[in-house]
Structure formats: C-alpha cells, structure tokens
C-alpha cells in the first residue's frame, strides 16, 4: 500500500540543495511495486531531478490516472499534493488544474494503457493544446495490474509471458507526439538514469508539455525472452546517441559553459540543454529530421533514446489564451464579479 | 368554450376583440433569416408592455427543414405553449396542410400571395390573408439573399399591423438592434414597411384580437435561460469553464465566453512598455464530455470555481468523473440542459428525462445535489448557488435547466445583484489553520454537517495530501479495510442529506379545499399554474409545489404526507420525478399519480387540465 511510511534512518550529513533541502525531502511513500520494477527506477530519477533544481517540494502537483504507473506519483515528493484520478483521465484532470493556478509544476506520470487506450484522445488533446507539465509514460508494453494483457504499445511479434505474439500494430508515442506538434518529445530508458535524470530537468524547464515515454520494463509479465520492452531487449537495441545535459543556469555555473561546438537549447524557465552527442546530420529543434531520424531508427529495430525534439517556442496554452500572470485561483472575488451597476446596465439589452 | 376564453374570460363580456390575449404560429424554413424577425416580433410586443413568450421548434438541421416558432401574449402573464393558434404565417409551402390545420376555427392565415395557395388547403372555417411578399421583395431588393431574408421582415411589418403592433417601437428595436450598420438597418425598415403598407391598404383593419399597450412587462426582461446561466457563473465568480459543443447546451459556454470578454479583460503594461490584454479566465473547448468534466475537476481541485455545460448525451459520458469527484470531494459545477433521449434521442426537443440519471450518477453508491430551475431568473440565481453548494459540500453539484428554458426567450423579473455578496468557500485550510490545528486530515474533523476540511495544491505547504479514487480512509489513505472505507461513505450519505436544509425550499401554493396536491419541477411551472387558474375558476381546488432542490427537504415530505393524493407533472415517460419522490421523499406509491408529457414539444395547461380531469374522473370525484 502507498500509504507505508519509509523507516527514517539517520544518514551522516547528506547534501543540501539550493533551497537547504536533501533528497529525502523528494521522496515519497514506499513503494509497493514489484522489487526490479522499472517505474521505480523513474521514481528515484524524478527524485533526484526535482532535488537537482531546487524546487520546494510543495510547489509540485502530481497527476496520474490509474494503474501500476499511477500509483508511483505516492512514491516521490510526499509534500506535494497528488491526485491519483481515473483510468486514462489524468491529462484533463491536469489541464484544469494548470488552467487554475498556472504557478506550479505539473507531473503527470501515466503508463500504455493509460495514455495510449483508453486515455489515448486526452493524450492527444493535451499535446495540441501543449499544457504546461511534464508528462512521463511509464511504457511497458503490458497492463500490469491485472495481470499480463497486451498493451496499445506492444510492438507486433513482441510475445507475451505464455508465449503468444502480438499482431497489432502499436501506437508509438513519440512519433504521435511528433506528429501533433509536441513542443518537447523524448524517450529515455528507466534503467538509465544518466540520461533520464537530465530529460527530466529540462522537461521541468520547458514551457509546454513535455512529453517523455520512457521504456520501463515489467519485471512480472514482460521482462521474458522475446519481448521487446525487457530490460535485456532495451539494453541490445537502445541507440544512445542523442544525449543531453541539462545545465542549470544560476549563479557561476552560466561562467563554466563549455564552448566545444555542442549545440545549446535555452530552456523558457531558465537552464540549457547541452547535446552532448548528436550524429552530425541530427538537429534536435528540426521537427522533420526528428521524425525521419526516429522512423529509420525504428526500420532497423533499433530504439532511439534522449532528447529527440524540443520546441521552446510555441506557445502554451496559457499564452494562447493569454491568460493572467497570476493564478486564476489567487485572483479576488471583487475583481472577478462585475457587480450590481453592470448587472443593471447589462440587463438594458434584454428589455 | 376554449381553454383560452375561459382563461380571459372577464367581466365586461364578449364584446370587441380580445385583447392581449392570442397565440400565433409562424411556420418557416430553417436557414432562411425567419428566427430575426420572429424575435423582432417578439420583442416588439414585450416593450408595448405585454407579458409574451416565444417558442422555438426547431429542427435539429441547418438549413432546409420546416421550423416553427410560436409566441403566445398574455395579459395576466400565463405563457406556457398554447397549442391553440389564432394566426399562423405559413412561410413553408411544405407544411402548408399541417400548419392550416392546427388553426383555432375562426382564425387567420398570413401566407404569400405571389401563388395561389393549393385549393386543397382552403379550410372554410378560417380566413386566408394573401400578401404578396417575394414579390414585394423581388421588386424592392436586388440580391437573392437580401430577397430572401426580407421576405420574413416584410411578413413581420404585416403582422405588426394586423395585431396592432407601435410602429415607433419597431423603429426603435431595429435602431438598436442594426445601429453598427446603416445598410442593413435600412433594408430592414424599408421591407418592415412594405409589409406594414401593404396590410394597411389590403388587410382588415381589425382582428377580434389585438394588443393593446399595458404594464405587464415593467421590471421584467425578455431572457433565454441559457444566457442567465452563463451569467450567473460570470457573478460567481466562475474563472475556468471546459465544455464540449451540443444542443442545447452550447450557447451556455459562448454566452459565458462572450461575458468574460466583456468583463474579465484587463490590459497590462509588460516590462518592455508594450500593453496587452489579460484574461482572467480560461475556457476550453474539450475534446470530449469526459475531458470537460475532468478538466473541471481539476481545475476545482486547484481552487477555482469551475463549470461545465452539457446536456444528457454529455451526462452519459460524464458519469465516470461524477462518481471521482463525488468520493474524492471535489466541487464540481455541471450544467445540464436537457434535451430528448434515450441515445441522441431528438436533439432540438426538451425533456426532463435526466433527473434519475443526474441524481444518482455513476457506479457505486452515489447521491448528488440537483437544482432544478424554472426560469431564467432561476438559472441566473441558482447559478451562483450552485457554486456556493459545490464548495460547501465538496461535492457535484447539477443544474438542471432544459431547452425550452435554455434556448428559449421568457418574459421573468430583472435580476438582482447582492454587492455584499462573497462566495462560500468551504473548509478551505491555509497553512496557518494547520498549524493552529495541529494537524489536517482530509476526510477527517468533520463539521456538523460532515463535510471535512480540505486544501489547495501548490499553496500549502503544510496540507499536502493524496487525492485518490481508490479506497481510502479518513486520512486520505489507500485502504481496503472494510471500516475505514465505511467510514468515509457513511459521511459522504450523510454530508448530501445535510445540504438538503441549503437548497432552494420547495414553492408551494395552497388553496382552500384542496383535497389533492400537484407536484412539478422545472419548466412545467407555467402550465401548472395556469391550468391550477382555469381548474380554479371551474370550482377545482388543488394544491400545489414546486421542488427545487434534490435531496428532497422537510417541506417536500410534509406536502407529500399531507396530501391523500399528488399528481405529478412532468417531461419524461418514466415519471421520473414521482420514483424520486417515493425513493426519497418517503411518499407511498400509490398515493402519486402522474401527468406525464414527453413527446418533445413544451408541455401545456391544456395537458395538465385534461390530466387532473382524467383523474378525478378516476377517484370519482
């Protein structure tokens, strides 16, 4: 149950963040996934990348809907308020929250059923109106929860626990994200923390959705020979060559930037991207050479990781709708209601 | 006798025509400009100071189909559908047959004398009024849209005659109404004067009914429901509104869209000098009724008031989230215009079919808080309540208003506005409450009337906590524990029972004698009470109530046990309403008969007369 609490045991001094705070005030719950599970790989990054940018843990809100990856947003930053909601209904859920108080961090953590059946059309819609938050898939290829059934993300051929093979094609949601005009597409690797933690940190950066399915292996039904959302699977057809770094901005580090040619992204709320690695024909701001370069990938069997393709100028739903710098919910009562003299003066029209 | 004449029938006898007392029927194509000059028609009437109604029947089409639109002026205010038609302007070749037929012995057709009319339609009982509109129109307007459109002003300028319409006051409305656009101003007086002139020189001066100018109309507005909503949750102070278009509920959010444009905009001076406009609101279109809901929800959760708009096609969809809010606690404001179902049902057609499903949606055991207006006025005020309820009590709350008050333009008092007015919030904690407190449990520490305290994401940094849908306990806590879960439900029962003392009380009218009690809700109200007058005047006493809220109040109960027999009117084929009564009110089955009407169109005092008739007819009385 998410609601164990973790044994508090007094460590030696552990480092302090930017706001005075150590990682164990990241943390959440325990969790009660099955031990070698992939979304708690996530968690632990998740963890470690809200520490890393020094966000108080209350100004978080984490979103998720229903199954094993929704459960997770108990197992990270227990000072943040949660809403583990509907199956497929997060991203909704998470737009009216962020229409109602904008000033806040968004995580919406949801899986392949969730985010890819039946909460498939929300996905899509969240991605259009590029809602402001970080919007991981825990991707597994599986439901998890009750026990085994392909997921939308199952590749065909990929077999099951029992042997049988998929024969439906899959939704990938990087390519679907890429063709609705995401503003940050990436795809990362739970087992890989080096490269999920920087994802992580500049999704939080982004203004936008920020859209991160990451591979996180099923250790009960789908970690066999012969799926291809196993960690063996992943590890042999990973290609890593599109590595970011996410390089905060505040104070004397801006001083230390290297000037190697790498290329540089400045994320709207502060930081950069560096790539480290980019095969030279690769422009990760190049909406058309980001799909070409993930479809070929995927041509020959190989599944690209990191940071395919951010955007950091188009505009969020809240700039399409130029709503108001402050929180919708912080605004007074007096300024929202327009009172009896209007109300008389708009009435002259109905008479 | 009509149900009319016994209706007006006054002291000064028969003699002359009847004044302010009349129903006409205007049958046109849909897609053509007739709802334009219908409405002027309409308008025109209301500021002579005559209490009207106008009626849209229309087609769930955008152009080509018969549409019709009925206004019935009533001097003492009852303007429920007549289904009696003193005049009918039959624009529509195509339901020329139909709309002759259903006229009232004695009446006047208005038709377009450019053709002959069918033999065949000929009715000797009724008198046929030929004006020659396309061709009038032909000759005075050069395009063939233009030629169109005015063909229905023109027909409006002879109606205006012929009832005795002030030609100043129709000057007047299209000054106003076309005052950004002198082109079109223009052709509109010259084709409401060709029509005008003509029945002038070629119609009967005097009809046996006509208008006469009164007062009946001072204080009041001419307003459709759907407008009054939109308002009503501008001045609740409603900042995040998510729907998904359907009939008829979508003039609810464009209406609301419109106000907040009107009222929430402000400009801002940005650090560069440039000044640009701010929203203080945010309305999304969703991609579904699921998402408008959540979207609410979330939005909700976060601290603002927000609303949805839907009518039953939505409610289906959105009985998922309903029950998610309703466990998780959560304010949610939907408005459900209702329309006919089961399924698409007929979209353009009213129904009250939606109240079993609204008051208990979604799977589980659920219960939520229904408002149920009458009118405009009502949607306007209940509107605001609806916001105040759903903070309270943390909980749903739907406003169940219908197309023919939604879409509809009623004559209903102006609104008022309360400036001392603030908003109830609810047991909303801040992080020094917490710290007074010691400690914060969501679904703990309930008040008397068990609602628990709650607080907002990403402004307390004291009262996080885990919202969830799946089982929990009092501290919010995953459980599967057979008590602690039947402790949070058991409150959740009560705390819905107890906003019944918050609702709307049920407006009730006795008279003395009555032995039976009529029960109704919604847009029901004008025909109930009307045909209460003419079974009145007939020597019938009944009493009367109105419910306004679910759940049900003491009041609603003791109407019930104090009547040996209730009728029941309302919209639906089930009787709805009379099953919530005997689940909720603790009425005994076989003392609630039912008057039920569903096939679409308004119910009328003609239903409810022959209703309560065929009654006592039963009990032998």
Same mark, same amino acid.
């Given at each position: 149950?998410?609601?164990? &609490?973790?044994?508090?045991?007094?460590?030696?001094?552990?480092?302090?963040?930017?706001?005075?705070?150590?990682?164990?005030?990241?943390?959440?719950?325990?969790?009660?996934?099955?031990?070698?599970?992939?979304?708690?790989?996530?968690?632990?990054?998740?963890?470690?990348?809200?520490?890393?940018?020094?966000?108080?843990?209350?100004?978080?809100? &984490?979103?998720?809907?229903?199954?094993?990856?929704?459960?997770?947003?108990?197992?990270?930053?227990?000072?943040?308020?949660?809403?583990?909601?509907?199956?497929?209904?997060?991203?909704?859920?998470?737009?009216?929250?962020?229409?109602?108080?904008?000033?806040?961090?968004?995580?919406?953590?949801?899986?392949?059923?969730?985010?890819?059946?039946?909460?498939?059309?929300?996905?899509?819609?969240?991605?259009?109106?590029?809602?402001?938050?970080?919007?991981?898939?825990?991707?597994?290829?599986?439901?998890?929860?009750?026990?085994?059934?392909?997921?939308?993300?199952?590749?065909?051929?990929?077999?099951?626990?029992?042997?049988?093979?998929?024969?439906?094609?899959?939704?990938?949601?990087?390519?679907?994200?890429?063709?609705?005009?995401?503003?940050?597409?990436?795809?990362?690797?739970?087992? @890989?923390?080096?490269?999920?933690?920087?994802?992580?940190?500049?999704?939080?950066?982004?203004?936008?959705?920020?859209?991160?399915?990451?591979?996180?292996?099923?250790?009960?039904?789908?970690?066999?020979?012969?799926?291809?959302?196993?960690?063996?699977?992943?590890?042999?057809?990973?290609?890593?060559?599109?590595?970011?770094?996410?390089?905060?901005?505040?104070?004397?580090?801006?001083?230390?930037?290297?000037?190697?040619?790498?290329?540089?992204?400045?994320?709207? @709320?502060?930081?950069?991207?560096?790539?480290?690695?980019?095969?030279?024909?690769? @422009?990760?701001?190049?909406?058309?050479?980001?799909?070409?370069?993930?479809?070929?990938?995927?041509?020959?069997?190989?599944?690209?990781?990191?940071?395919?393709?951010?955007?950091?100028?188009?505009?969020?739903?809240?700039?399409?709708?130029?709503?108001?710098?402050?929180?919708?919910?912080?605004?007074?009562?007096?300024?929202?209601?327009?009172?009896?003299?209007?109300?008389? @003066?708009?009435?002259?029209?109905?008479? | 006798?009509?149900?009319?004449?016994?209706?007006?029938?006054?002291?000064?006898?028969? !003699?002359?025509?009847?004044?302010?007392?009349?129903?006409?029927?205007?049958? +046109?194509?849909?897609?053509?400009?007739?709802?334009?000059?219908?409405?002027?028609?309409?308008?025109?009437?209301?500021?002579?100071?005559?209490?009207?109604?106008?009626?849209?029947?229309?087609?769930?089409?955008?152009?080509?189909?018969?549409?019709?639109?009925?206004?019935?002026? *009533?001097?003492?205010?009852?303007?429920?559908?007549?289904?009696?038609?003193?005049?009918?302007?039959?624009?529509?070749?195509?339901?020329? #047959?139909?709309?002759?037929?259903?006229?009232?012995?004695?009446?006047?057709?208005?038709?377009?004398?450019?053709?002959?009319?069918?033999?065949?339609?000929?009715?000797?009982?009724?008198?046929?009024?030929?004006?020659?509109?396309?061709?009038?129109?032909?000759?005075?307007?050069?395009?063939?849209?233009?030629?169109?459109?005015?063909? *229905?002003?023109?027909?409006?300028? #002879?109606?205006?005659?012929?009832?005795?319409?002030?030609?100043?006051?129709?000057?007047?409305?299209?000054?106003?109404?076309?005052?950004?656009?002198?082109?079109?101003?223009?052709?509109?007086?010259?084709?409401?004067?060709? /029509?005008?002139?003509?029945?002038?020189?070629?119609?009967?001066?005097?009809?046996?009914?006509?208008?006469?100018?009164?007062?009946?109309?001072?204080?009041?507005?001419?307003?459709?429901? +759907?407008?009054?909503?939109?308002?009503?949750?501008?001045? #609740?102070?409603?900042?995040?509104?998510?729907?998904?278009?359907?009939?008829?509920?979508?003039?609810?959010?464009? *209406?609301?869209?419109?106000?907040?444009?009107?009222?929430?905009?402000?400009?801002?001076?940005?650090?560069?000098?440039?000044?640009?406009?701010?929203?203080?609101?945010?309305?999304?279109?969703?991609?579904?009724?699921?998402?408008?809901?959540?979207?609410?929800?979330?939005?909700?959760?976060?601290?603002?008031?927000?609303?949805?708009?839907?009518?039953?096609?939505?409610?289906?969809?959105? +009985?998922?989230?309903?029950?998610?809010?309703?466990?998780?606690?959560?304010?949610?404001?939907?408005?459900?215009?209702?329309?006919?179902?089961?399924?698409?049902?007929?979209?353009?057609?009213?129904?009250?079919?939606?109240?079993?499903?609204?008051?208990?949606?979604?799977?589980?055991?659920?219960?939520?808080?229904?408002?149920?207006?009458?009118?405009?006025? !009502?949607?306007?005020?209940? #509107?605001?309540?609806?916001?105040?309820?759903?903070?309270?009590?943390?909980?749903?709350?739907?406003?169940?208003?219908?197309?023919?008050?939604?879409? *509809?333009?009623?004559?209903?008092?102006?609104?008022?506005?309360?400036?001392?007015?603030?908003?109830?919030? /609810?047991?909303?904690?801040?992080?020094?409450?917490?710290?007074?407190?010691?400690?914060?449990?969501?679904?703990?520490?309930?008040?008397? !009337?068990?609602?628990?305290?709650?607080?907002?994401?990403?402004?307390?940094?004291?009262?996080?906590?885990?919202?969830?849908?799946?089982?929990?306990?009092?501290?919010?806590?995953?459980?599967?524990?057979?008590?602690?879960?039947?402790?949070?439900?058991?409150?959740?029962?009560?705390?819905?029972?107890?906003?019944?003392?918050?609702?709307?009380?049920?407006?009730?009218?006795?008279?003395?004698?009555?032995?039976?009690?009529?029960?109704?809700?919604?847009?029901?109200?004008?025909?109930?009470?009307?045909?209460?007058?003419?079974?009145?005047?007939?020597?019938?006493?009944?009493?009367?109530?109105?419910?306004?809220?679910?759940?049900?109040?003491?009041?609603?109960?003791?109407?019930?046990?104090?009547?040996?027999?209730?009728?029941?009117?309302?919209?639906?084929?089930?009787?709805?309403?009379?099953?919530?009564?005997?689940?909720?009110?603790?009425?005994?089955?076989?003392?609630?008969?039912?008057i039920l009407s569903y096939g679409g169109l308004p119910i009328s005092a003609t239903q409810v007369v022959e209703g309560v008739r065929a009654e006592m007819r039963e009990i032998g009385v």
């Amino acid at each position: 149950m998410p609601s164990i &609490k973790k044994p508090l045991i007094p460590l030696a001094a552990m480092p302090k963040n930017d706001i005075g705070l150590t990682i164990r005030d990241y943390e959440g719950s325990m969790s009660t996934l099955c031990a070698g599970c992939g979304h708690d790989s996530v968690t632990a990054a998740i963890v470690r990348a809200l520490f890393e940018l020094s966000i108080p843990p209350h100004k978080v809100v &984490k979103m998720s809907g229903i199954g094993c990856s929704s459960k997770t947003t108990a197992y990270f930053d227990s000072a943040a308020h949660g809403f583990n909601s509907a199956h497929g209904r997060m991203a909704p859920i998470a737009t009216g929250a962020n229409a109602a108080n904008r000033d806040a961090l968004y995580i919406g953590i949801s899986g392949d059923g969730d985010s890819l059946s039946i909460g498939a059309g929300h996905m899509v819609h969240a991605i259009r109106r590029n809602v402001h938050m970080v919007y991981v898939i825990e991707n597994n290829g599986v439901y998890g929860l009750t026990k085994g059934q392909f997921s939308a993300s199952a590749d065909i051929g990929s077999a099951a626990k029992h042997g049988e093979a998929n024969t439906v094609a899959p939704v990938d949601p990087v390519m679907l994200a890429l063709s609705l005009g995401a503003s940050f597409v990436a795809r990362s690797f739970s087992g @890989d923390k080096e490269q999920l933690v920087p994802i992580l940190k500049a999704a939080a950066q982004h203004r936008g959705l920020a859209l991160i399915d990451v591979i996180s292996p099923c250790v009960q039904f789908n970690n066999h020979y012969g799926s291809t959302k196993s960690y063996r699977y992943v590890r042999e057809h990973e290609l890593r060559e599109i590595e970011p770094d996410f390089i905060s901005t505040g104070r004397e580090i801006v001083a230390d930037l290297p000037h190697d040619g790498a290329l540089m992204v400045a994320m709207h @709320d502060g930081g950069l991207v560096r790539f480290r690695t980019l095969p030279a024909d690769y @422009d990760p701001t190049d909406r058309e050479a980001a799909m070409h370069y993930v479809n070929q990938a995927h041509a020959r069997g190989e599944i690209p990781t990191g940071l395919l393709f951010v955007d950091e100028s188009i505009p969020d739903v809240h700039e399409l709708n130029h709503t108001s710098e402050s929180p919708l919910v912080e605004l007074p009562f007096e300024e929202l209601c327009p009172g009896s003299a209007e109300l008389e @003066d708009f009435q002259k029209s109905f008479v | 006798m009509t149900l009319q004449a016994i209706a007006t029938q006054g002291p000064s006898g028969e !003699e002359g025509p009847r004044i302010n007392d009349f129903s006409l029927k205007f049958a +046109n194509v849909n897609g053509t400009g007739s709802a334009s000059a219908n409405n002027l028609i309409l308008r025109a009437i209301f500021r002579m100071g005559v209490p009207v109604s106008g009626k849209n029947l229309f087609p769930s089409n955008i152009q080509g189909l018969p549409t019709w639109y009925e206004i019935r002026v *009533n001097g003492q205010g009852h303007t429920s559908r007549s289904q009696q038609y003193d005049m009918v302007v039959a624009m529509n070749g195509q339901t020329y #047959a139909e709309d002759i037929g259903q006229l009232s012995p004695g009446g006047y057709v208005l038709y377009d004398s450019t053709w002959p009319l069918p033999a065949t339609l000929l009715r000797q009982d009724v008198n046929f009024l030929g004006v020659p509109l396309a061709r009038m129109c032909g000759d005075a307007f050069s395009g063939p849209r233009e030629r169109i459109l005015m063909k *229905n002003i023109a027909y409006a300028g #002879a109606v205006s005659y012929l009832i005795g319409i002030d030609p100043q006051v129709l000057a007047e409305l299209l000054e106003e109404s076309y005052s950004g656009n002198q082109a079109l101003r223009d052709s509109n007086q010259r084709a409401l004067r060709l /029509g005008y002139d003509y029945a002038e020189e070629n119609l009967p001066a005097e009809l046996p009914f006509r208008l006469e100018p009164g007062t009946g109309t001072e204080g009041k507005i001419l307003i459709d429901g +759907n407008t009054a909503t939109a308002l009503g949750c501008l001045y #609740a102070g409603a900042t995040v509104a998510a729907w998904y278009p359907i009939t008829p509920a979508t003039s609810v959010a464009e *209406n609301f869209r419109k106000l907040c444009e009107r009222y929430r905009r402000r400009k801002v001076t940005l650090t560069d000098g440039t000044v640009e406009t701010r929203n203080d609101f945010v309305i999304l279109q969703a991609e579904d009724e699921l998402a408008a809901l959540g979207m609410v929800i979330g939005a909700s959760w976060a601290g603002a008031r927000a609303f949805t708009s839907t009518s039953g096609p939505g409610i289906s969809l959105m +009985n998922e989230l309903l029950g998610l809010a309703y466990y998780t606690e959560i304010p949610a404001v939907v408005i459900d215009v209702q329309r006919t179902g089961p399924s698409t049902g007929m979209p353009t057609r009213v129904q009250q079919s939606d109240l079993l499903e609204c008051a208990y949606a979604s799977h589980g055991d659920t219960k939520h808080i229904l408002l149920l207006p009458a009118d405009p006025k !009502e949607c306007f005020d209940f #509107a605001v309540r609806a916001f105040d309820l759903a903070e309270r009590f943390q909980t749903p709350v739907m406003l169940l208003s219908d197309l023919d008050i939604g879409m *509809n333009d009623w004559a209903v008092d102006r609104f008022s506005w309360d400036d001392g007015y603030r908003p109830d919030r /609810g047991r909303v904690l801040t992080d020094a409450d917490i710290e007074k407190l010691g400690h914060f449990y969501r679904y703990g520490d309930e008040d008397a !009337e068990y609602v628990t305290p709650r607080t907002l994401p990403g402004l307390s940094e004291q009262g996080a906590y885990f919202t969830r849908g799946s089982g929990h306990d009092r501290y919010g806590l995953y459980t599967e524990e057979s008590d602690a879960y039947a402790q949070v439900v058991e409150r959740l029962a009560k705390k819905v029972e107890a906003s019944a003392a918050h609702l709307p009380e049920p407006v009730i009218r006795t008279q003395a004698g009555a032995a039976i009690g009529v029960i109704t809700m919604g847009s029901c109200e004008g025909a109930v009470l009307e045909a209460l007058e003419i079974l009145a005047s007939q020597g019938t006493a009944l009493d009367y109530m109105r419910v306004r809220g679910f759940p049900f109040d003491a009041t609603a109960r003791d109407f019930i046990t104090s009547h040996e027999r209730c009728l029941v009117v309302e919209q639906n084929r089930d009787a709805q309403l009379r099953s919530l009564l005997v689940l909720e009110a603790g009425a005994e089955a076989r003392r609630l008969g039912s008057i039920l009407s569903y096939g679409g169109l308004p119910i009328s005092a003609t239903q409810v007369v022959e209703g309560v008739r065929a009654e006592m007819r039963e009990i032998g009385v």
